[in-house]
């Protein structure tokens, strides 16, 4: 069993920051990739950004320079920190990592995603 609690989200004004973070817990022998999705109000769920094992980071053109994802591997979490917020960021962030549970799972078989239950950002003044 693999558990990823979210934290974070909020109501902030344009221009506003906040920092998202998702700790993962139970089962798990080594995480590759970690990221952050989000999903507006009447929109498809988009890939925001990701971070791989190594650190190598990604985004979405939309959020590029204004966010900032990173991890910390002994505590099996991932940061999302949100900067110069504009209404548009206003979605459901779920944050996902992309792990192996166990040695049989690493050895046999294909690494498995886990997803946060969402945490609601919204920018408005």
């Known amino acids: 069993q693999v558990q990823l609690v979210e934290s974070g989200g909020g109501l902030v004004q344009p221009g506003g920051s906040l920092r998202l973070s998702c700790a993962a817990s139970g089962s798990i022998f080594t995480i590759n990739d970690m990221g952050w999705y989000r999903q507006a109000p009447g929109k498809e769920r988009e890939s925001v950004a990701r971070?791989?094992?190594?650190?190598?980071?990604t985004y979405v053109d939309s959020v590029q320079g204004r966010f900032i994802i990173s991890r910390d591997n002994a505590k099996n979490t991932v940061y999302l920190e949100l900067n110069s917020l504009k209404p548009e960021d206003t979605a459901v962030y779920y944050c996902?990592?992309?792990?192996?549970?166990?040695?049989?799972?690493?050895?046999?078989?294909?690494?498995?995603?886990?997803w946060g239950q969402g945490t609601q950002v919204t920018v408005s003044s």
């Open positions: 971070i791989t094992s190594g650190g190598v980071t």
């Open positions: 996902y990592v992309n792990l192996y549970a166990n040695l049989y799972e690493w050895r046999l078989e294909a690494p498995r995603d886990y």
